[in-house]
Structure formats: C-alpha cells, structure tokens
C-alpha cells in the first residue's frame, strides 16, 4: 500500500531568500496519526502549507495520497481533509447546515451526503443538537462539527492543524477520542500539529520535531525519550555567572550537561540517587544551589533536547489569514 505522505527533500525558499524549509523528507504510514510538532519559525507551517496545497514547492518532491504535489494539487484537494486552528464553521447555520455546505463544496451526492451527515452527527455527538445555530455551541461541540465538516467527502488524509486549540482538559480529551474513532473506522490517516506535547504522546503514533527547518527527530513517542538516555536533573545555582559545568560533569554517573540560561540540565541514568552526591559537589566548591528538579523522559524533554528550547503555545494566524487560505483551499482563484 502506498504510504499516504511522502516528502523527498522538499524545501521552500520565500521571496527575499528566507529558507523556511530546508530539505524534509519523511514519510507517513497508512491509517496512523502522525505528529509533526516545532516551535515558532521552524517550518512546520510551511510545511503544511505545501502539503495541503496551499503553498507551492520551491525545491524537492511530495506525494500526497499517491498523487504529486507539483501537478496534481486539485486531485490532491478532493482527497484530503482540513481542520484549520481557527473556526471556519458559520456561526449563522445550524450544524446540520454547516455540514450540507461542506458536502456541496466537494460534490458529495445529496443522497450519500445525509447518509453521511446523520453517522457524522452520531459519531460526533451532535445529533440532539444538530438544528441549533452554531453560535449557541460550546467550544468542543464546534470542533467536533468541524472535524465531521472535514471528512463529510470520506478523505484519505485529514491534516488537523491545532485541533483542540482553547479547549479545557476535558474537551481536549474528547477531541482526541473522536481522532482516534475516525482513524479507527474510516480508516483516514491524520496528519496533527498540536502544541500541547501530552496530547501527541498519547494520540500520535509517530511524531517529526522540525527546527530550522529540518527534521531533527523522527519515531514514535517511547522511542523518543529513550533517545533522552536517563533521567533529566535540572538545577540552577544561588549566584548568577557561577559556572557549574565542570562540577557537574565530575560527578559519577553524569552522562551530560547542557546549559540553559541560568539553569544546567543534566542526563544521568540514576537520577534518584544522584541527586544528594550533586547537590554535596556544588557545595563543597562554593557554588550552592537555589533549586533542584527531577524529570523523568517526556516529550517536554525530547523538545528541550532537540531544539533547544521549550515548547509554548504559538500566535496562530489571524481570522483574516484563516478566511484566506479556505478560499484557496475551496478551489477559488489564488
């Protein structure tokens, strides 16, 4: 079986020279849900920016459900789906509506399109709600009216660009549940960026960290943090400008330093036990501690390790910008 996604050193180059993406190649597998996470500025957005269609290629190949990217983006269109970060369902419809819009916009025959509308209502949990306007919806139910909207045409690829953006814990956690169901019985491969690094270790069966526009780390999410190598032991001294490194770096048992800003991040394969030995160390050479924290591997971690910087949330596109691309997603004129 052909695999859904498949990018061969594929790059863009903005006018001006900016490299936004310098060379990605990866590849998605049938029916899984692949994480693509980066901080601000790595590319990650370009990225799916060509990947949908919305962005033309500078450099490179990409085959998105068989089809290429260069010359075949209206086929592409029809076969994939797309959540954008931003609402785009019509606050001025009802659900019911929002969905008979979506189905016309792909051509979905009137017939199949409510045989798919009322499993659609039913697997998103809208149905007792369906003839309300979308305005009175919570926050979850839209996001749930907009993740059936993007796959009324039965897509073979959904990108869900930050599908729980906003939303409380609980919402949250039910978004990821419907992911996981339309994956299960649709059989649609989901291509996710998420800021929220406890949602991709649970959701996502592989995940790509993108930095500077390159592919930095690539596997599923246990294979990640065993590339940690141990537990992670951060402390910071009492002084600013007291240099700990060679300190830490003689205790046994310490497999690396790194420093960030003020605080060291160490690796060690015993972080419990280490912790009293390091702490004694610092203060035998005058450079006592003003905290000490211990992590087990996490994605938080992986992150940290890879790019060099924490993850936080980042500033999404405006409405406007959002307006924008589903016109040009629509198939309207570029």
Known sequence: MTNPIVTEDLEKVYPGGTRAVAGVSIE????????????????????????TTLLKPSGGRAFVDGLDLRTET????????LV???????DQ??????????????????????TRMARLLEEMSLTQVQDRLVKTYSGGMRRRL?????VIH???????????????????????????????????TVFLTTHYLDEADLLCDRIAIIDH?????????????????GDVLTVTPQQAGVDLEPIL?????????????????????QGESITPTIVEACFAAHAPLASVSLKRPSLDEVFLEFTGRAYREEEGPSATDMALRMNQFRGRKR
């Open 28 to 51: 998605v597998h049938p029916g899984e849900i692949f994480g693509f996470l980066g901080p601000n500025g790595a590319g990650k957005s370009t990225t799916v920016g060509m990947l």
């Open 249 to 269: 770096r003689a205790v046994p048992g310490v497999l690396s330093v790194q420093r960030h800003e003020s605080a060291y991040r160490i690796k060690t394969p």
């Open 84 to 90: 954008f970060q931003e609402s785009t369902a019509d």
């Open 154 to 188: 039965t897509p073979r690829v959904l990108f869900l660009d930050e599908p729980t953006l906003g939303l409380d814990p609980q919402g949250r956690a039910g978004i990821g549940q419907v992911v996981r169901k339309m994956r299960d019985d649709f059989g649609v």
């Open 213 to 229: 526009g390159q592919i930095k780390v690539l596997g599923t999410p246990a294979e990640l943090k065993d590339k940690i190598g």
């Open 146 to 150: 907009e993740l059936a909207a993007g």
């Open 74 to 81: 209206d086929r592409i269109r029809r076969r994939i789906g």
């Open 93 to 114: 419809l009802t659900g019911r509506e929002n969905l008979e819009l979506a189905a016309a916009i792909y051509d979905v025959p009137p017939a199949e399109a409510r």
